[in-house]
């Protein structure tokens, strides 16, 4: 029976132990790094070694993007609109709640038939993207080499 006992106790220590261990991220969310010429975030609960700490869905403007989760749900929601309107809005409205990366618009491109479209949601985007050192990749999917010169236009003033 104390052997029972003795087991139950060290397991019940154990559980409780690993899931506050676990939960620790709840309340410490962010570590600070030296990184380069100027300071980051990072999750404390990250174990990566990356500059932007982009595997944990983290920018060093502290703002987080959507997380894989959401950006699943949300494109399998897109991709049960029938028209291109919809598709649009959707993006929108979600664009307007969360933050993105390049790649994760990328995606969203997939989903839009015109050339018209895309630029409308990198433009849009824009704003809300945290790796925008890397906007250059969605030159890439745009037919026309007006396209892209209306969307890097539209790059340099916002910069200016």
Request: neutral net charge; contains cysteine; hydrophobic residues 30%.
């Amino acid at each position: 029976m104390k052997t029972i006992f003795l087991f139950s106790f060290v397991c019940l220590n154990f559980l409780f132990l690993n899931s506050a261990h676990s939960q620790e991220w709840l309340y410490n969310k962010n570590t600070k790094i030296e990184s380069g010429s100027h300071n980051q975030y990072q999750p404390s609960n990250c174990n990566c070694n990356c500059n932007n700490c982009s595997n944990c869905n983290f920018s060093h403007n502290n703002h987080y993007t959507i997380s894989d989760f959401e950006f699943n749900k949300l494109t399998t929601f897109i991709s049960k609109r029938p028209f291109s309107d919809s598709r649009i809005s959707i993006m929108k409205e979600a664009i307007d709640y969360n933050y993105f990366k390049v790649t994760q618009i990328k995606d969203l491109f997939s989903y839009l038939s015109f050339e018209s479209d895309k630029i409308e949601i990198a433009k849009y985007a824009y704003k809300k993207i945290i790796d925008k050192q890397n906007f250059y990749y969605l030159y890439d999917l745009l037919t026309f080499e007006s396209s892209v010169n209306e969307l890097m236009e539209f790059v340099r003033n916002q910069r200016n």
